[in-house]
């Protein structure tokens, strides 16, 4: 799951990456609403954290501007303001949520939780032959074995596993699953991640559920080949 923040005070926007990242979400930021709109355009998120007041274009803009172009990513808006006209404007705009500062992280989590289920009309149980991701307590087993998987690790089986028989470009999986920092700072990123988990979900079984096709992607699948 990919979330964006974007927030211009450097010391929430911190706090709340690291805190998501615990939570198994892979994160970017941006304190600009510029750059925001066009990384909402180009990546494909699961939630949009959105404060009000931003450099380049505000809050008001960037929500009204996304659902424009038809992003329809559920959009929770982080605001100093209480008044109850400030939070029937931007719901008018298109938010899907609005959180009061000074907010706990806790509910900033719990409502989180209720965007994804909103958005996820699927079984809260993944499965690969063995392989069970349970996308509610994040618990992965293979068979009888609990598997402890990174953030990142997470991020990139459950995709794969989500989209179970489909090869999946490199791209497409670095774009869905890995930071910009991180995708930017080391291009051979991913490949450590696959063997990262290569290593904890296959190596002890004979059934290998990951597959590279050279030049075309990963998948998952539970067919022995």
Same mark, same amino acid.
């Given at each position: ?8 005070? @450097?010391?929430?926007? @911190? ?15 941006? #304190? ?6 066009? *990384? ?16 380049? #274009? ?9 659902? &424009? ?8 808006? !982080? @605001? ?10 931007? !719901?008018?705009?298109?938010?899907? %949520? ?20 909103? /958005?996820?009309?699927? /079984? ?10 349970? !996308? ?20 990139? *089986? ?12 490199? &791209?497409?999986?670095?774009? #869905? ?20 988990? =290569?290593?904890?979900?296959?190596? @002890? ?8 096709? =050279? ?8 067919? %022995?080949?």
């Amino acid at each position: 799951m990919k979330i964006l923040i974007v927030e211009d005070d @450097s010391k929430i926007a @911190s706090f709340l990456k690291k805190g998501l990242e615990e939570e198994y979400f892979s994160i970017d930021l941006s #304190s600009n609403g510029d750059e925001a709109i066009y *990384l909402a355009s180009v990546n494909n998120y699961n939630v949009i954290i959105l404060d009000i007041m931003i450099d380049g #274009s505000d809050g008001y803009q960037v929500c009204q501007k996304l659902r &424009q172009k038809k992003i329809t990513t559920p959009i929770i808006i !982080l @605001s100093a303001k209480s008044a109850i006209e400030d939070k029937v404007d931007f !719901l008018n705009l298109g938010a899907d %949520d609005y959180l009061t500062k000074p907010f706990s992280f806790d509910e900033l989590l719990a409502r989180i939780k209720v965007q994804l289920r909103k /958005n996820d009309q699927k /079984n809260n149980i993944l499965q690969v032959a063995d392989l069970t991701v349970n !996308l509610d307590t994040k618990a992965i087993h293979r068979g009888d074995l609990k598997i402890k998987l990174t953030g990142k690790e997470y991020a990139i *089986l459950e995709y794969l596993m989500r989209n179970k028989g489909a090869i999946i470009e490199e &791209q497409t999986l670095l774009d #869905s699953t890995i930071g910009i920092d991180d995708n930017i700072a080391n291009s051979n990123i991913l490949n450590v991640y696959i063997y990262r988990l =290569r290593t904890k979900i296959d190596k @002890s079984f004979d059934l290998k559920l990951i597959k590279t096709f =050279r030049g075309q992607g990963f998948m998952i699948n539970d067919e %022995d080949s």
